[in-house]
Structure formats: C-alpha cells, structure tokens
C-alpha cells in the first residue's frame, strides 16, 4: 500500500478507536448489562450535534460552557508543563544518565533505582508531603502544596515532578544503554589509541546511545503523559486531562462528546510534543555525532 | 545465599503474606469495629475519631473510627495477593503467546525510531483505559466486592497481555537463533518440543523477573486508578449537593486507602501514611526481588564496562 493511502486510512481509524473508546462508560453500566444501543446513539448524536454545535458545549457541573473558549487556555497549561517536563527531563537524564553508566556509586545508583519503581502518584504525594513537614518545622512554605484557584496557580512543585518522573526514566535507559556500550571492544580500542575519558564517553559511546534513546521515544511519551493526569489532578491546575477527566461525569451524567474532544485534543498535543522531542534529540546528534 | 537484595526483598514479601493470612485473627480489632463518639468520664473528655496513633489503636483509626491496622488487614488480600494473580494471568497468557510468536513470527524490520500514526495511541494511558471500562460499573455497585475485583482483575490482565507477549516474543526470537535450536530442528525435534525443552528454558529466568515487574505495574495501576476514584472492589459514592463528593473503598485495599484519604497531608496525617507506607514497602520488596534476582541471573553472562 502507498503511503498516502495508509495514511488516509488511519486517521479515521483512530478516531473510530477514540469514539469507541470514550463509548466504554455508555456501555458498561452499574447493572451488568451492555448497553450497546445507547452507545451507539451517543456517536450517532456527536455527529448530529457538530452541525448545530451541541458536540461542543459541556456542563462543568452545572454551568454549561463552549468547549473551544475552555480548550485554549487549557490546552496552553499542560502544553507548558509537558514541553518543558520532556526537555528538561531529557537533558537532565541523559547527562545523570551518562554519569549513572560511567560512574561506580553503586549506593547512589540503587537508590535512584528504588526512586523510579515507585509510582509517579507517590513521588507527587511524597513531595506534598515534604513541603508540608518542611513548613510545620520552620515556618518556611517553599513552594505551594497544590493550586487553589486559577489565578493563583502553584508552578514550583509541579514542574519539579514533571520534571523528574520523565528524567528518571530517562536516566535509567541511559544508563543501562551506557553500561552496554562502555563494554563493547571499540570502546578498548579508542582507549588503547589514547583518547581522553570525557572524549570517549562523549563522543564514542553516546552518539551510539542516542538511537536507543530513540527508539523508546514512545514510551518515554506514554510514561510522560500517564503522569499528566496524576499530576495535573494531585496539583489541582486546570489543563487539558483535568478538564476533561473532571467533567466526563456532570450533572446530567456520563458526557460523550466532551470525552471525544478532549481525547483528540490529547492526541493533538501528543503530536506536538513528539515532534518537539525528536526537534531536541536532532540538535543533541548534531552535537555529539558526527 | 549470598545475596542480600534477594534475601531482603523476599523477607518484606512473606511477611506480608504471613500478614495478609493470619493478620485477621491476630489484631486487636475487628475491621467493621467502630470507634464511635463517646464521653470518657475518667478523663473528663470526649473522645472522637480519629483517634491518633498509639495506645488502643496501634496504628490510630481513620475518619470514621475504623482501626486502621484491622482495615489494613482486611485489605491486603486484595492488595497482595490479587497483584500477584493479576501478573502471574498476564505472564502466563502473555508468555505462551510471545512463545509462539517468538517460534514462528517474524523478524520486526524497519528503522528504530520511525514515526507511525498508531504510536499516537500512547498518547491515551493506559490507566485511563481500565478508568474508562471500569468506571460505569465501579460507582455504588449492586454486585459483591469479590466480584468487582475479580472484574477489575480481569481487565487489567488482558490490558497487561500485549506487552508481556512483546517482550518474550523478543527474547524467543534471540534465542530461535541459536545453534542448539537449528541441531533440534535438524534432529526432527517438534516445534513445540523445540519451545518446551529449548527456547523456553533459555529465557526462564527473565519470565521470573519480568513476573516481579509485572506485579509492581498492576500495584502501580492500582494506586492510579484509586486517585481517579476507581477502588479495587468498587467505591461508594456519597453526593453532597453542597459538599464535593466522598468516595470510600468497599474492600479496604490499600490504595484505595490511599486514594480515599489522598488529601490528609495537613491534618491527621497517619490516615493517609499509613496505607502509603504498606504499598511503598511491598512495591520496594518486589524491587529487590526483581533487582536480586537479576544480579543473581546476570553475574554469569554479564560483560563489564572498559572504562
């Protein structure tokens, strides 16, 4: 099949994923039935309501709002927590990462091991929990806990774990991938030429780390933005999972179409981030490959 | 054994299970005993729930009076042994599948790191995806908490089964590779002879350790699921219509704990320690399982770096 064609096909077919997917709470209900009909009449009303503009407006509790005046400012919120979580947390755990796999602190090694096997939702409690103790003991708020209102949002705190959880993967990747390539023979062989240490580690072992670090983008991606929802949630700030996870239940009950939009939205920003991902690790190659 | 990793994980893990079994009879209150408000008149005082830490209650008691140790304990066997259940049905079913793969699928090819549209899919958790399915039947349910359990498990489970079969799909392949595999071919060995007595135990141990992991990613997708209000066993919802809404755990799981109390970082902070305190300890001692084990494994094989 061309290319073209493919891709054609697979944008409806991901949308077709996502009306499905967002069918589930229609169709499982509370008294073990399926409920299959009402399911698909809830697509059949997505559709009918994007003409007279019904598939955009949704109840955040009892007020209604338009969904594209909400999604802007939404949408730029998470975008800044997870642009900036996904760079820095790159940067940061690709430098740990190579220190990790050169150096032999195994106490230090192990604890951060232990770190990345708890939970983001612990790490982000744990936090909480810190400042909080850090507070009673020395009057000294260092950051704030979570928001209380949009105006007033808490930016410290939540860029730090949204910085750390994906830099902590990262690390990991790294310096396993490290470990490996440090072994290998041309490795001996770049010692036995006389090349300098930092030079080696730089420019012989990393530039054959970067593909690996490649290739699990994607789960770097889908590690990232499981935490979104944890942390965007746990901090109380008003993004794009908050709104549309808080509201999938109003008032009147289960809202489709608000689960439909907020979903291709999510996937919208899942593009964008990509790219910018891909954007960073091109400029780190033409840094260190050659 | 020298290996302390091993020894101390497994120590955290049977204790708990120890716990988990015989823990019920053993502590001092009942998990459906309440402490109600009462008039102490020897020390002239009220004394209402929570009671904190110590004394009567060794761990304190939660909001509604409940001693925390006699909940935590009826809660563990969700906690502890459905986690286990859950990774050993996704390594099982998981592992057989990635077998046969692994013995008669192909090579994936193509370039690492290309972009395909599907990939956008990991955009959506996977925690959402069993928050979706599970949510319509979790809130104030008809059915029994065993039950809704036994449901969360299963979903959960098949959620898990792709990428388990990925990974020992991976690993079969390696191993198909190898010489001994071609000379039990070429004596006329079955293939399913072949992946009994062959490939399957090459990669036997890293079935053991991917089984350990497993059982910390369902603990983890647990604790999820609890902050988004989807308690193993199901949750009872409490509408307010001037109050945000309370949700409690019908069976007592740890997370669900976790997640019911998840904002006493201010006051009566032991209702939201202590579950917090049992989850992290029984993830960390499957971490050291899985990290023993792999040292014990990888001590063979293992190249050492040269610089």
Known sequence: MPKAIQLTLIVPAILLFVFLFAMFPIVLQADQQWHWNEGFSSIRDYFAGIGSGESFRYLAGKTELSFWEQIGANFKTTLFYVSIGSAAGTLIGL?????????????????????????????????????????????????????????????????????????????????????????????????????????????????NVLPYVKADLHKFMGIMFGNLFIFEYLYNISGLSMMVFNNAFADEGYQYSLVVNGVVALLVLYLIVYAWQRLLLYGIEKVFAR | MNNKTLLTGLTITILMLLATLFGPYLSPHGADEQLKIHYDAAQNTVIAPPAPPGGEYPLGTDKLGYD????????????????????????????????????????????????????????????????????????????????????????????????VAATIQEKAIVVREKQFVLSAKALGASPWAIVRRHIFPS????????????????????????????????????????????????????????????????????????????YVLYIVGFHLISVGLEKKYKKKYAKFAQI
């Open chain 1, 95 to 207: 430098l740990l990462g190579v220190y990790f796999g050169v150096s032999r602190r195994e106490g230090l090694k192990r604890f951060v091991e232990l770190t990345s096997v708890l939970p983001d939702f612990v790490v982000i409690i744990l936090l909480q929990f810190l400042i909080v103790f850090i507070y009673s003991k020395t009057d000294w708020l260092v950051f704030e806990v979570a928001s209380t209102s949009r105006d007033d949002p808490a930016i410290g705190l939540p860029l730090i774990s949204a910085i750390i959880i994906p830099a902590n993967y990262m690390l990991r990747n790294v310096a396993m991938h490290m470990g490996h390539t440090l072994s290998e023979d041309y490795i001996s062989y770049a010692k036995a030429r006389g090349l300098g240490k930092t030079y080696i580690v730089f420019f012989h072992a990393l530039p």
């Open chain 2, 68 to 163: 925390m140790l006699a909940i935590m304990l009826d809660g563990a066997k969700y906690t502890i042994l459905l986690s286990v259940a859950i990774a050993l049905f996704r390594v099982l079913i998981g592992g057989i599948i990635g077998l046969i793969l692994g013995y008669y699928g192909k090579e994936k090819k193509g370039r690492t790191g290309q972009f395909s549209m599907w990939s956008l899919l990991n955009g959506i958790p996977v925690f959402i995806i069993a928050w979706m399915i599970m949510v319509g039947i979790s809130m104030n349910p008809s059915v029994s908490p065993a039950y809704l359990a036994f449901l969360l498990a299963v979903v959960l489970a098949i959620i898990g089964i792709p990428s």
């Open chain 2, 203 to 278: 990669i036997k141990e890293n079935v053991i350790i991917l089984f350990v992991q497993e059982a910390v990613l369902v603990l983890g997708l647990f604790g999820q699921l609890a902050i988004f209000h989807i308690f193993v066993g199901g949750t009872v919802r409490y509408l307010d219509p001037f109050l945000p809404p309370i949700y409690i755990s019908r069976s007592n799981e740890w997370s669900g704990l976790i997640g019911q109390a998840r904002n006493m970082f201010y006051v009566y902070q032991w209702i939201l320690l202590v579950p917090l305190i049992g």
